[in-house]
């Protein structure tokens, strides 16, 4: 965002697509972040083709970690992953600032097809119970961070809740949806995938309330207390105008994420920072994947050989690698 001078007014560049914009409401103490996503999202799932079902709850995945992610204040990585016992037992999202993301998805064809004879399966069934564990890493000489919670039928967006009720303490609502789109291009049908959110955080003891906490009550008679708004109040106030949103309003592309805040909180006063961009990017590299095989027993480089030669593909992105198995003799 360009300040500009005192006599000009601030100028934002509009986030579009594929672009996370901070906001903060300060008539209500809370800040977030929001996000539209099209193209880095087509990108990530159609390279795996997976079955609808399996694309939009990735899709949901990879919204939720953009958006908790981005508040990383430092080089790092952030990582979403499920292990549970549903037919899709294993989801795998990982961000890396500034914003490279990989995202993968594990499942059982023949489940999920039988959950899908008896209709559009829910998330919740897709997943089943277990846990997501939450990853901050911020570099090889520093700990990692690592928040769990459990999976038992809950969507992600209940999940989010829990996480940061039980690790950071923080009131937090958060609003996820995804879309498989066809629009009409050169006589044909084009097939794209869209997706958006927005996270909402209560900060009640933010630097605006300490500066106006003692404000007197302006003609309130003398003696008598100031009737200030519960900050409870302001919270609830959040949570209802958040819960107002439709999953339509996430991913219209003509309702862009700035129209989206204007319409939530414009009488309450919402301030929008400069947005970040986010891209589909793998961190995978021949290097990094033969190092891995450097650690490798002689017996597990042997179990690894095939027609001579040992091939590894990348779950994530799908670029494939190829060894000469003389190289890590011993």
Excluded at 74 to 96: A, E, K, N, S, W
Aim: charged share 25%.
């Amino acid at each position: 965002m360009d300040a500009g001078s005192a006599s000009e007014p601030r100028t934002i560049t509009p986030a579009g697509d594929d672009a996370v914009l901070p906001f903060q409401v300060l008539g209500l103490d809370v800040r977030g972040r929001a996000i539209q996503m099209g193209p880095a999202l087509s990108t990530l799932l159609d390279r795996h083709d997976y079955p609808l079902p399996v694309s939009k709850l990735l899709g949901e995945a990879v919204v939720l970690t953009v958006l908790l992610g981005s508040s990383l204040k430092f080089d790092g990585q952030f990582i979403l992953q499920t292990q549970t016992d549903g037919p899709v037992d294993m989801l795998v999202v990982d961000y890396r600032t500034p914003g490279d993301l990989r995202a993968y998805a594990r499942f059982d064809e023949e489940r999920l097809a039988a959950l899908e004879a008896e209709g559009t399966p829910d998330p919740a069934d897709l997943l089943g119970k277990g846990i997501l564990a939450m990853t901050v890493d911020q570099g090889t000489h520093t700990s990692r961070y690592q928040g769990i919670v459990s999976l038992d039928g809950s969507s992600l967006e209940d999940v989010a809740h829990t996480y940061f009720e039980q690790s950071e303490q923080i009131p937090t609502t958060v609003r996820l949806a995804v879309a498989e789109m066809m629009t009409r291009e050169d006589g044909g049908v084009a097939h794209s995938w869209r997706a958006g959110g927005v996270m909402v955080q209560f900060l009640p003891q933010s630097e605006e309330e300490e500066r106006h906490r003692d404000l007197p009550g302006g003609d309130a008679p003398g003696g008598a207390e100031a009737d200030e708004e519960d900050a409870d109040d302001r919270w609830v106030e959040a949570q209802s105008l958040i819960s107002t949103v439709e999953d339509h309003e996430l991913i219209d592309p003509d309702v862009t994420t700035e129209r989206l805040l204007y319409r939530l909180f414009h009488e309450r006063g919402v301030r929008v920072f400069e947005p970040s961009r986010v891209q589909d990017k793998c961190s995978c590299s021949r290097e990094r994947i033969e190092g891995v095989l450097r650690s490798f027993t002689a017996e597990e480089i042997e179990q690894s050989i095939e027609d001579g030669r040992i091939a590894v593909t990348c779950e994530f992105c799908g670029l494939a690698y190829d060894f000469n198995p003389a190289e890590f003799a011993n």
